[in-house]
């Protein structure tokens, strides 16, 4: 299993921007589909964006045209750039990693095999 640490969550206004990381183990990452899912309270986690490790990316409608999915395979890192920031974006976001390449969907969350910790993020209005 692939252990995840997400960092980069914090506090912001309406508007603004966040970039959160996503530092992961193994030598294999840059064989690793990586994802970014979000839980609000009360609901369930739901998918934000994926980056596949051939290169293909996915989004949510949600946030398509404010959130940028990269990742760095020699940083064995993925982040998520989230421009345009609005409260309803307010949530622990969660990076989750497909290491067994499950041929899954990528916003299924049973496609991802290893999650991490989550990081809050909070916006304000």
């Known amino acids: 299993q692939v252990q995840l640490v997400e960092s980069g969550g914090g506090l912001v206004q309406a508007g603004g921007s966040l970039r959160l990381s996503c530092a992961a183990s193994?030598?294999?990452?840059?064989?690793?589909?990586m994802g970014w899912f979000r839980q609000a309270p009360g609901k369930e986690r739901e998918f934000v964006a994926a980056?596949?490790?051939?290169?293909?990316?996915y989004y949510t409608d949600a946030v398509k045209g404010r959130f940028t999915i990269s990742r760095d395979n020699a940083k064995n890192t993925v982040y998520l750039q989230m421009n345009s920031l609005k409260p309803e974006d307010t949530a622990v976001y969660y990076c989750?990693?497909?290491?067994?390449?499950?041929?899954?969907?990528?916003?299924?969350?049973?496609?991802?095999?290893?999650w991490g910790q989550g990081t809050q993020v909070t916006v304000s209005s």
């Open positions: 989750a990693a497909d290491s067994r390449w499950s041929s899954g969907y990528a916003d299924r969350v049973g496609t991802y095999d290893s």
């Open positions: 193994g030598r294999a990452f840059s064989s690793y589909n």
């Open positions: 980056k596949w490790s051939g290169g293909s990316t």
